[in-house]
């Protein structure tokens, strides 16, 4: 299990630590003005220690990615995803979604566009499925002890009938033998972690409550709870959080939630994956959320498309604080292209998503047929 870091991460002199959580930006040759300059602002506001990518930093399925020869325009959209980091000089790590996998180009090769530049901290532990699943500690401020810990899992991409490869043993396996290693160098207790990855864990639908069909706000689901109706259980998030669509979670489970819930050092673990989610609770002691998506070349929550701030304390490392800063926050609904970007965000967002709105549409029809029937012989 090499560990190839380039710099250490150390709590500031005034025991504080900051990131920021991007995720989905989902870029194509055709990059998004919009989202640069967010990413860009963002960081100038914040200042973060460090940035995660939480995966489907590229479009992969775009057409022009999927090329043989498409490594360099790879290059060039990665390339422009870090623009506002080199600029700021700002430490990144990272990890894939199932769009990064789509493309032709392995994403052992992708990951070499990433690591060319000296802000990235992310390395690929060996043996392990996928790529890029490693973690990344960060010392006390004056560098005597790990004081805190970030894991990045791959989450894997998709199988075969469109169902979600999910986290494997072996990576569980290699978290629960990392966390033993920090720990004995720890005087034996276990480090504050958090954990990121791009696909949801299965446990996240304990923040949900199964609803009549048609309940105001709930949403059908699909593959292995077809047939049932879900909502969010805003008693069990926070207050301002928000959802627009069901977690797209893999169907097998290998025991990922149950491991990080074990210890108690990891705090929280963080998703992408489905652009219009942004709330996050608590299950077993363990905080799950959600980061909406970053970026406007994909559907998202509108102007609300956003990143996740984390805040640490040396002094206090079992607690945390985050928060969302929405592209409004700073733009306001000032955007480039404003017609595309509600086109995206009113397309549907699974089959199922796409079947309720073809059958709310043909209602639609009928109502209006039906009027139009009644005006005809009552009126007229």
Not at 16 to 38: C, E, G, L, W
Not at 222 to 229: A, D, F, I, L, S
């Amino acid at each position: 299990m090499k560990q190839e870091i380039r710099q250490q991460l150390k709590f500031r002199p005034d025991g504080s630590f900051k990131i920021i959580q991007i995720t989905d930006i989902q870029d194509s040759v055709n990059i998004s003005t919009d989202t640069i300059k967010f990413i860009d602002a963002v960081l100038e506001k914040e200042k973060p220690d460090l940035v995660v990518f939480t995966g489907d930093q590229i479009m992969g399925y775009s057409p022009s990615l999927r090329k043989a020869d498409a490594s360099e325009k790879i290059k060039y959209v990665i390339d422009n995803i870090l623009e506002p980091l080199i600029k700021h000089n700002t430490l990144f790590t990272i990890t894939f979604g199932n769009h990064d996998v789509q493309s032709k180009l392995p994403l052992k090769e992708q990951l070499k566009f990433y690591t060319n530049y000296s802000q990235c901290l992310t390395y690929d532990v060996e043996g392990l499925p996928g790529c890029a699943t490693h973690n990344l500690s960060i010392l006390s401020n004056d560098g005597s002890k790990t004081a805190f810990n970030l894991y990045m899992i791959d989450s894997l991409g998709s199988k075969s009938g469109g169902e979600y490869e999910a986290v494997s043993a072996e990576q569980v396996e290699w978290y629960r033998q990392t966390r033993e290693i920090l720990k004995n160098g720890n005087d034996g207790e276990y480090v504050p972690s958090l954990m990121f990855q791009h696909i949801p864990v299965e446990e996240i639908y304990n923040l949900f409550k199964e609803v009549k069909r048609g309940a105001k706000g709930s949403k059908p689901a699909y593959r292995k709870r077809k047939g049932k109706t879900y909502a969010l259980n805003m008693d069990l998030v926070n207050k301002d959080g928000f959802w627009g669509e069901l977690p797209c979670v893999p169907d097998e489970n290998f025991g990922e939630f149950e491991a990080a819930s074990e210890k108690g050092d990891i705090l929280g673990i963080y998703f992408g994956h489905d652009h219009k989610n942004c709330f996050y609770g608590n299950y077993k002691g363990v905080d799950l959320g959600y980061t909406p998506g970053c970026g406007f070349n994909v559907y998202g929550p509108r102007f609300k498309r956003g990143v996740r701030v984390f805040e640490l304390n040396e002094k206090e490392p079992q607690k945390y604080s985050t928060r969302v800063i929405h592209y409004s926050d700073i733009f306001g609904k000032k955007i480039k292209n404003p017609l595309k970007c509600y086109l995206l965000d009113q397309s549907p967002t699974s089959l199922e998503d796409a079947l309720a709105k073809i059958k709310k549409f043909l209602l639609g029809l009928a109502v209006i047929a039906i009027l139009i029937v009644l005006i005809v012989k009552y009126l007229l």
